[in-house]
């Protein structure tokens, strides 16, 4: 009875144990990005924009800085821009949206490593929407 009881803790231990292995070895963070970037120039790095099906302005977005640089200065800007013509959204190539653009600035003469992240924020099931990383390498 002991030599069975052993037996089903063992046989219940090893489905955890083996999430632990797993986690452990294909650990990656959703959002994280790498960039390089120019010394002494402002690189915008990302921008964001949600839309309906007719182009139009879908909920009201924000980006918050949660990490802030160390090396450099991020700036957000909101503007209209018009969507590529080769944009996966058919409907809507080429026409004029609002959207929220990050720069990055690293510090004068600064080069090497630098790190920040920000929260897109808005009411969508939108993946884009969501918390984003990124590691810069300021050459």
């Known amino acids: 009875m002991r030599k069975f009881v052993l037996f089903l803790a063992l046989l219940m231990a090893m489905p955890l144990a083996a999430s632990f292995a797993t986690a452990a070895t294909h650990f990656t963070v959703p959002g994280f990005k790498r960039i390089a970037v120019r010394a002494n120039r402002t690189t915008r790095v990302s921008y964001h924009a949600q839309?309906?099906?007719?182009?139009?302005?879908?909920?009201?977005?924000?980006?918050?800085?949660?990490?802030?640089?160390?090396?450099?200065?991020?700036?957000?800007r909101k503007r209209v821009r018009r969507l590529p013509r080769n944009h996966p959204e058919f409907r809507c190539r080429g026409k004029r949206i609002w959207t929220y653009s990050v720069y990055y600035r690293p510090d004068r003469g600064y080069r090497g490593r630098d790190s920040f992240g920000y929260v897109v924020t808005g009411l969508s099931s939108d993946p884009r929407v969501g918390s984003r990383y990124f590691g810069v390498r300021v050459r």
């Open 51 to 76: 839309y309906n099906g007719t182009c139009q302005r879908r909920y009201r977005t924000s980006i918050i800085i949660t990490t802030r640089p160390r090396h450099g200065q991020l700036r957000v």
